[in-house]
């Protein structure tokens, strides 16, 4: 069994995408209780449970912030959560939703969100790493009011790329480059994680506005906590499963034609930052921007 699925893995890791096969939209989420797939990570006194736990809420205040972790790792899979970020003057904040494995050329998946002052938008920043490079920031002013309702959050990630959504817009595509040389987040299982912390010397205007301790605690609230992976132990190379999941299947290798479209209005209308088009940081483009269509 251990040998057919190595197999599939390499045959799937010889396809090259480039786009414009069929497509489809991800499965809609299925909505849970936080402790189905989640833990408390730390400062578990800051973290309350609504309506028996399907609504968690994070306390931030001067003493500490908090977080929580799914249970298992995954290798691959659909990953959402609904978020109701912090209201009112939220500035030197970070609340955080990302999947990361656990050593030292870690894989990682990023939404952060980037505190504001009262009145300015909330600026969204994704990340991409792979083995320990990340350096891939894109930031984007998002569209609506992300304190007044919840809305979600969500990632597809299977062999062939790493899809950002926010509800049902992508915001962002990490094509598998590795034939650019371009190494991809392929065998080593994560566990996702959220957390509410201070990052006020780096999360507002660089650093230059800070935390403004008297509107605490800080409250980001979340429900859904949808987890569709391959389960995985944190020493797996491959899913036991690959190639037999709805994630896997040729339909979600890429965006279709209407996705692409809303795409580019985010890249077109919302971004404030793409690294790929950062030349005095990066004077010669990283190779997969042209393929992510992001250049």
């Known amino acids: 069994m251990a040998t057919a699925a190595a197999a599939a893995m390499v045959v799937a890791m010889s396809v090259l995408l480039l786009g ?3 497509a489809a939209a991800p499965r809609k989420p299925v909505d849970v209780a936080f402790e189905k797939n989640y833990v408390p990570t730390w400062a578990e006194d800051h973290i309350h449970y609504v309506d028996g736990g399907r609504e968690v809420q994070l306390y931030l205040d001067k003493s500490t912030g908090t977080g929580f972790q799914t249970r298992g790792s995954y290798l691959f899979g659909h990953f959402s959560m609904h978020i109701k970020l912090v209201a009112g003057d939220s ?14 050329e ?4 990023d939404f952060e969100f980037l505190g504001n002052r009262t009145g300015e938008p909330y600026i969204l920043q994704t990340n991409v790493f792979s083995g320990g490079k990340g350096d891939r920031e894109q930031r984007i002013y998002l569209w609506f009011d992300p ?11 299977n062999l062939y790329m790493i899809a950002f959504f926010v509800d049902d817009t992508p915001i962002r595509v990490f094509k598998n480059s590795k034939d650019l040389g371009v190494r991809y987040p392929f065998n080593q299982p994560m566990k996702l994680y959220s957390s509410l ?9 660089g650093g230059r ?7 605490a605690p800080f409250v980001a609230s979340y429900r859904g906590f949808h987890v569709d992976g391959c389960e995985a132990s944190a020493e ?14 040729p339909e979600f290798r890429d965006l279709d ?21 950062d030349r005095e940081r990066y004077p010669a483009m990283s190779p997969e921007c042209h393929r992510d269509r992001d250049a």
Do not use: M, P
């Open 91 to 104: 500035a030197g904040t970070v609340t955080a939703f990302y999947l990361s494995s656990q050593n030292s």
């Open 147 to 157: 304190t007044k309702d919840y809305h979600s959050y969500s990632v597809l990630w």
């Open 236 to 249: 797996a190379r491959y899913c036991a499963t690959q190639g037999a999941r709805w994630w896997d299947q």
């Open 20 to 22: 414009g096969g069929e």
């Open 257 to 277: 034609a209407d996705q692409y479209r809303r795409l580019a209005w985010v890249r077109k209308t919302h971004t404030i930052y793409n690294y790929c088009e």
């Open 197 to 205: 912390w201070n990052a006020d010397d780096w999360a507002t205007r």
């Open 106 to 109: 870690h894989d990682e998946i």
């Open 209 to 215: 506005e800070k935390t403004d301790w008297s509107r």
